[in-house]
């Protein structure tokens, strides 16, 4: 069924446009729009019969209702795109699901990681468009998009052999930063190389999926290279000073393991990535109107969240609140200052994570 298009896609280029001449397969130009389809749901309708499986994978894009020419053609070609990852992901799934039952080592590969549905921003190494046209009588504007097996195979594996030496480059980079001592900048490097060795390894695993020969490389480096970040994540700490408001400063206290860092205490320099320094307010103090000996204290409190390293000022909160009481100005201001403190935790541990997940 032809499907209607509600909004366009953003593919991402081709990497390997020329893997199909590499492997000996003539180049077929885009044909023109016709006022007439063959029909090409079967392997048998021309053009199809000329790319047979399974030497070839197969998409036939289809939107119908597109009154934009540009934007049909871009649609249906998506649609084919997309066509083709279903296929291949089904594929790759069901031979990953028999590698497993037979105990043979290997990563699953979801959908969710390979394709989706309609919108894509996903490219298939190798494929083209080969044939386009239009039938008037539905408004449905058709796409013939296909893959030569062997090429797709080898443009994973060159994208994944390509990856795998960046990301080896980026983590001699974030060793360097670490020597250097720029904890958070090694952190950062290194989660790169995480992800970029994460695709790796998913490369590897659909060329694994689809009958081919693939390295365990990608995937034992992004193991190591996990393992990596844990460790240096666990080595940042964070020291806390906030003069004249002890509860504030243990609420502060308090963020810093809840973001999956260090605390360290005063005077420490070792690992120390970030400091949070409070400024805390002198209280003002005010009457409730026809409340007898009610008092409220108005409390505001700046958080100043700094590098260690570099001296960069990463954030500054400031924040203030109100509270009353009849017993005491005293128990006032200790409600103002709790209340302070439930205020703040939630935006300091935002700003941890921020720093140390920054992409």
């Given at each position: 069924?032809?499907?209607?298009?509600?909004?366009?896609?953003?593919?991402?280029?081709?990497v390997c446009a020329l893997a199909l001449l590499a492997a000996g397969c003539a180049h077929v130009p885009p044909a023109p729009v016709v006022a007439r389809c063959s029909g090409w749901s079967q392997p048998t309708d021309p053009p199809r019969d000329q790319f047979p499986s399974p030497s070839y994978i197969?998409?036939?894009?289809?939107?119908?209702?597109?009154?934009?020419?540009?934007?049909?053609?871009?649609?249906?070609?998506?649609?084919?795109?997309?066509?083709?990852?279903?296929?291949?992901?089904?594929e790759v799934?069901?031979?990953?699901?028999?590698?497993?039952?037979?105990?043979?080592?290997?990563?699953?590969?979801?959908?969710?990681?390979?394709?989706?549905?309609?919108?894509?921003?996903?490219?298939?190494?190798?494929?083209?468009v080969v044939a386009t046209c239009y039938e008037p009588g539905t408004t449905t504007y058709y796409a013939l998009e296909v893959v030569e097996r062997r090429a797709l195979l080898r443009a994973f594996i060159a994208q994944a052999e390509s990856g795998l030496a960046q990301a080896k480059a980026t983590r001699a980079q974030a060793a360097a930063s670490e020597g250097a001592n720029r904890l958070l900048?090694?952190?950062?490097?290194?989660?790169?190389?995480?992800?970029?060795?994460?695709?790796?390894?998913?490369?590897?695993?659909?060329?694994?999926?689809?009958?081919?020969?693939?390295?365990?490389?990608?995937?034992r480096a992004a193991d190591e290279a996990r393992r990596e970040l844990s460790r240096l994540r666990a080595r940042l700490g964070v020291q806390v000073s906030v003069p004249g408001d002890p509860i504030v400063a243990q609420a502060l206290r308090q963020v810093v393991p809840a973001a999956g860092l260090t605390l360290r205490n005063p005077g420490e320099t070792k690992d120390v990535v970030l400091s949070?320094?409070?400024?805390?307010?002198?209280?003002?103090?005010?009457?409730?109107?026809?409340?007898?000996?009610?008092?409220?204290?108005?409390?505001?409190?700046?958080?100043?969240?700094?590098?260690?390293?570099?001296?960069?000022?990463?954030?500054?909160?400031?924040?203030?609140?109100?509270?009353?009481?009849?017993?005491?100005?005293?128990?006032a201001v200790e409600l103002a200052d709790a209340a302070l403190a439930r205020a703040l935790k939630p935006e300091v541990e935002k700003v941890l994570e921020s720093v140390v997940d920054a992409k």
């Open positions: 069924m032809p499907r209607s298009f509600s909004s366009r896609p953003i593919l991402m280029p081709s197969v998409g036939v894009g289809a939107v119908s209702d597109v009154l934009d020419n540009a934007d049909a053609k871009n649609a249906a070609e998506s649609d084919a795109t997309g066509q083709i990852a279903k296929q291949l992901a089904v799934q069901a031979k990953t699901s028999v590698q497993q039952s037979a105990g043979s080592a290997g990563s699953n590969v979801s959908i969710k990681d390979f394709a989706t549905e309609k919108t894509s921003t996903l490219s298939i190494p190798g494929s083209q900048d090694a952190l950062k490097v290194m989660r790169e190389a995480v992800q970029e060795l994460d695709k790796d390894a998913r490369e590897m695993a659909i060329v694994r999926g689809l009958g081919g020969q693939a390295s365990e490389e990608p995937r949070i320094v409070g400024d805390a307010q002198p209280p003002e103090f005010s009457r409730v109107p026809l409340v007898p000996n009610a008092v409220v204290a108005h409390r505001r409190v700046v958080v100043n969240i700094v590098r260690t390293d570099t001296g960069e000022a990463v954030q500054t909160l400031s924040l203030e609140r109100q509270e009353s009481s009849v017993a005491s100005a005293q128990r």
